[in-house]
């Protein structure tokens, strides 16, 4: 009987960190993502950045647009009318380049939306992690809380039959007592995690004052090894934006330099002069080149140049700080995972073994209430080291996919 106690409560401590049992129902991290992602001015921010993006592209690209000039003028008895027509036209290919550099801009705003909304995912399952963990942390707390209750009734029963000193009765009381302001912080963090949790999803309803049960297991699983991800760190939207971004500035350069071929300016039209002694009918044609004497082409090209240049090298420098991070991110992810199975195993050690020992030991007279004390503490220790392990290792294998892609690798 007292081995299947155990055993109900071993579950009950590993199912937070999903290493045994599963969680009660309740919301999933997933459920919890695709919620943080419903709110309509997430859509609403990404789509009208891509809008102004779209627009700019276009205008960049498009062709001048000509001039319809109107002419009047009267001068005595003379009369002179005229309509005209008139466009630039550029011949240096340059427009090319400028659409070309803009349609770059614009996919670099699409993977821009991309990160945004990578990160907004991460966000969503950082604070179903935190929550997730400070659950665990209340559950702990709840479960220590009561192992002393029941330890300081029973040395009550004892005090009063003159077994045990006063003081065994008095420190247990203390430690009762310093367990249910433990307990009491611990919730306040919960609701913390709650309201953080609440104010990420869509919905206009009132913040709930009781959180829901999560389901899932705070221990993650490890994505694949270091060297994959950092060979996959080029798809990446972050980095793919940034190079986009310096694809645009050389294309923009480009055009740039170009600018010392003149541009052709074409214009045609009707008139009409009318005086006292006759009225005559006729057709003009123009031909006109600028001149580019001045230097606005090569402060142009020098000003395109310089901002590729920052491109190239935001781009080079993200990069190699990606891959030093996401190394980094992926061991750190092993050792806490590692680290949280260490402390699970000391925990089933602890529950199964020491407190049972600590307690038959103190009923015999052999230990003192002190190291009873320390063992309902060891076993609160272990938990507590198990639960945040896992938390943190949930959180580096969450910044890893955030960088990678914003999903689950």
């Not at 065994?168 to 953080?196: F, H, K, N």
Request: proline residues 4%; glycine residues 10%.
């Amino acid at each position: 009987m007292r081995g299947l106690k155990v055993s109900a409560a071993l579950l009950c401590l590993l199912a937070p960190l999903g290493l045994k049992a599963q969680g009660a129902a309740g919301w999933s991290e997933a459920e919890v993502v695709a919620r943080a992602l419903e709110a309509p001015w997430i859509e609403a921010a990404l789509s009208g950045a891509e809008q102004a993006a779209a627009g700019q592209a276009r205008r960049v690209g498009a062709l001048r647009d000509p001039a319809l000039t109107l002419q009047h003028v009267q001068v005595g008895d003379e009369l002179e009318q005229g309509l005209g027509l008139a466009w630039e036209l550029e011949l240096s290919g340059a427009r090319g380049l400028r659409a070309s550099a803009g349609a770059a801009r614009l996919e670099a705003t699409r993977q821009r939306g991309l990160a945004r909304r990578a990160e907004r995912v991460a966000e969503a399952r950082r604070r179903w992690g935190r929550l997730r963990w400070a659950q665990a942390q209340v559950g702990a707390g709840q479960r220590w809380r009561e192992a002393l209750r029941r330890a300081t009734a029973s040395v009550r029963l004892r005090a009063a039959a003159g077994d045990v000193s006063a003081y065994d009765q008095m420190r247990l009381e203390r430690e009762l007592s310093a367990a249910e302001a433990e307990l009491r912080r611990r919730e306040g963090v919960a609701a913390l995690a709650w309201g953080q949790l609440w104010a990420l999803l869509a919905g206009a309803e009132a913040l709930p004052r009781a959180a829901p049960a999560l389901e899932g297991p705070l221990l993650p699983a490890l994505p694949p090894p270091p060297e994959a991800l950092v060979e996959a760190l080029a798809a990446a939207p972050t980095l793919q934006a940034l190079s986009l971004e310096a694809a645009a500035g050389e294309r923009a350069a480009a055009a740039a330099t170009r600018g010392w071929i003149p541009k052709l300016s074409l214009s045609g039209g009707y008139r009409r002069r009318q005086s006292t002694v006759e009225d005559a009918h006729g057709y003009g044609l123009g031909l006109g080149l600028s001149l580019p004497l001045f230097g606005e082409v090569a402060g142009a090209a020098g000003e395109g140049a310089g901002k590729a240049r920052v491109a190239q090298a935001r781009y080079a420098a993200a990069l190699r700080e990606a891959q030093g991070v996401v190394a980094g991110l992926w061991t750190q992810a092993e050792a806490l995972k590692r680290g949280a199975e260490g402390a699970a195993a000391a925990m089933k050690v602890t529950a199964a073994q020491l407190v049972p020992t600590a307690e038959a030991a103190y009923r015999g007279g052999e230990l003192g209430v002190l190291e009873l004390v320390d063992a309902y503490r060891s076993l609160l220790e272990d938990e507590d080291r198990a639960a945040t392990m896992a938390w943190e290792a949930r959180a580096a294998v969450v910044e890893l996919d955030r960088l990678m892609t914003g999903e689950d690798t």
